[in-house]
């Protein structure tokens, strides 16, 4: 089993719509949970960060954790032709500063179409 | 704030050659980690650096090694290239927020070919 599953895609959504992106982990040590957005040719950039189960708001993104069944879900709401993006959900154990070293997602590519 | 940058952006290197990457953190951030990004394998971690040590290192061979400066800024080197080793190579700083929690930002990346 991996440790971490993501849909590579590509998802292909209209503008305006909202849109659900979704990891499961198998490694219960995971404690931090983190959304991040890639565009092509570019550095990964952190979306979200959150280290408890719930929700987690900020802007159009709403992050979301399920410790109890390893499923985390990053949503976009109204989305815009600029969200066309890779999206990486990233896990990490211990420190939560990167020191444990991050293990993330294969991506996924997000297509809007305006 | 300046970001993380990472020099060179675009790298060519035969087969058995070493290379060696450079990266700036964003200023007061003392740890810097790199990763490997390859379409197989995705983003993989290759070791974090806090105040000149290494303090983890992921899965790869010896011929991958880092090391920090006092400045904080950060090399990683690769020797005997081989082909597989074609990738972006990026590297991330971070630094404690107010709130107790940590955000790590990465550079553009080095996009290394080796031929």
């Known amino acids: 089993q991996k440790e971490v599953e993501q849909d590579p895609g590509p998802l292909s959504v209209p503008e305006g719509a909202i849109v659900s992106l979704n990891c499961t982990y198998s490694?219960?040590?995971?404690?931090?949970f983190m959304w991040y957005r890639q565009y092509s040719r570019k550095g990964p950039e952190l979306l979200m960060y959150?280290?408890?189960?719930g929700n987690k708001e900020d802007g159009r993104f709403t992050a979301q954790v399920d410790k109890s069944s390893k499923y985390i879900s990053l949503f976009i709401r109204d989305s815009q032709p600029s969200d066309s993006a890779t999206y990486l959900c990233?896990?990490?154990?211990?420190?939560?500063?990167?020191?444990?070293?991050?293990?993330f997602g294969k991506g996924t590519h997000l297509i809007i179409q305006p | 704030k300046a970001g993380v940058t990472q020099t060179p952006r675009y790298l060519i290197k035969t087969r058995g050659q070493q290379v060696t990457l450079s990266c700036s953190p964003i200023?007061?951030?003392?740890?810097v980690s790199w990763y490997q990004q390859t379409p197989g394998q995705g983003l993989q971690f290759l070791f974090e650096?806090?105040?000149?040590?290494?303090?983890n290192k992921g899965n790869f061979p010896g011929r991958f090694s880092g090391r920090q400066f006092s400045n904080s800024r950060s090399e990683m080197n690769v020797s005997t290239l081989e082909l597989g080793d074609s990738a972006l190579y990026l590297c991330?700083?971070?630094?404690?927020?107010?709130?107790?929690?940590?955000?790590?930002?990465f550079g553009p990346g080095t996009r290394l070919t080796v031929t």
């Open positions: 991330a700083s971070s630094a404690l927020l107010v709130s107790g929690t940590y955000e790590q930002y």
């Open positions: 490694n219960s040590a995971f404690q931090y």
């Open positions: 959150t280290y408890s189960s």
């Open positions: 990233a896990f990490e154990k211990n420190s939560g500063g990167g020191a444990d070293g991050l293990t």
């Open positions: 200023s007061g951030h003392r740890s």
């Open positions: 650096y806090f105040s000149e040590t290494q303090r």
